[in-house]
């Protein structure tokens, strides 16, 4: 059964980790679908934060646009595909990390982890896209 926008949006606002996936650019590969995580506020546009320069950034910047995929097994099958155009790219700033560390771990394990991806993953850009397109279900209890 199709969720519908309040669920669809309250279900991406759960920290689950996503499937991004973006336009490979060649005719001989697939997408490049990685797990990321990203942060939503229901109605407001969703947003990453990945290394600059890399492969990722490379490509959302080529295409303009990007899918992210989330997904649960229990209590139910559900999930949550959303596509859109990419509406800002931004440096990354700690502030930027902080967000996302903190809505994907325990409290006591943010600042540690922050302090290591602030020296080990280099420069970040943050990419805002804006959802177009949904799709998405709850399956039921299997």
């Not at 910047?61 to 595909?81: C, D, H, K």
């Not at 943050?126 to 209890?141: E, H, T």
Request: net charge negative.
């Amino acid at each position: 059964m199709a969720l519908n926008r309040e669920e669809r949006e309250q279900f991406l606002v759960e920290p689950h980790v996503a499937a991004l996936a973006v336009d490979s650019g060649a005719p001989d590969r697939a997408p490049l679908v990685v797990p990321v995580w990203y942060q939503y506020a229901p109605g407001g546009d969703i947003w990453i934060l990945t290394g600059a320069d890399s492969r990722k950034d490379k490509l959302i910047v080529a295409s303009g646009r990007f899918s992210l995929l989330v997904e649960r097994t229990a209590p139910t099958v559900r999930y949550v595909s959303v596509e859109g155009p990419v509406t800002e790219r931004i440096p990354g700033t700690r502030d930027h990390l902080v967000e996302l560390a903190s809505r994907y771990l325990p409290a006591d394990k943010v600042d540690g982890y922050v302090d290591v991806a602030s020296g080990d993953h280099g420069e970040e850009v943050v990419f805002r896209m804006r959802p177009q397109r949904w799709v998405s279900s709850d399956l039921g209890a299997f």
